[in-house]
């Protein structure tokens, strides 16, 4: 059901590959709620992926550019400016890549130039596009910028590598930027620590099925969908958000603030008792 909460709004969402994008979900929510919005992703990524689907669906416009370069933000926001005819009032960052993870690269034998390119498309490039916009005075008094992060910024997740740097990164830049664009323009800046996920990124962290059964169980209203991750950044853009800034905000059915729920508790105990132990039950701990 759509509430018109973005009637009248324009909006620039990074990162939609394919439908399993959130950054997909995002825009169709985003234009059911009344919004023009313009997609961007890397050359290469719409290209290879499926976004000109998302554009037709949506009536958006398609401007690619490399969100590592500041050049190219100076060019997509002005352009995204030009189509939309006028100062965009929402954003989202959903750019996220890990060549360490890719490489199965443990944290303890990072190949640090992979790790920098990590730092760079997934967190600096975050400021790099607030810094473009504001320095272009491009985003309207109260628009709202957000960005995708997750738990593990703040918790140990195995498996989860320098993306949990990458996330901690991000965030601070959100509450850094978040105070000077505020008192500024009254910009906000925002952060949505979702649920694991079942996207294209997501896929990439190991044991990733195991993540998302273990959220799933240790959170009181499970996971949170794409769907609803989507829902929740509309109303985050709309003008029901106004005075909320600087805030990482767990969207996660409750996973954040849990230590150990009934049904995670039942399946390690099942774990536990049936696989590890020897048939004379000893602890096998190896």
Known sequence: MAYGLLKGKKGIIFGALNDASIAWKVAERAHEEGAEIVLTNTPVACRMGTIDELAAKTGSTIIPADATSVEDL????????????????????????????????TYDDLDYSLFEKTLDISAISFHKMIQVAKKMDAIAEYGSILALTYVASHRTFFGYNDMADAKSLLE????????????????????VSQSPTFTTAGGGIKGFDGLYDFSDRMSPLGNASADECADYCVVMFSDLTKKVTM????????FSNMGMSLRGMTQYNKSFIDENRDENGKIIYG
């Open 74 to 105: 100076e060019m997509l926001f002005s352009e995204a400016q030009k189509v939309l005819g006028g100062q965009i009032d929402f954003v989202l960052h959903s750019c996220a890549m890990s060549a360490n993870m890719r490489k199965k690269r």
């Open 172 to 191: 601070s830049i959100a509450r850094s930027f978040g105070y000077i664009y505020g008192r500024e323009k009254n910009v906000r800046i925002n952060t």
């Open 247 to 254: 805030q990482t905000l767990f969207h996660d059915g409750g």
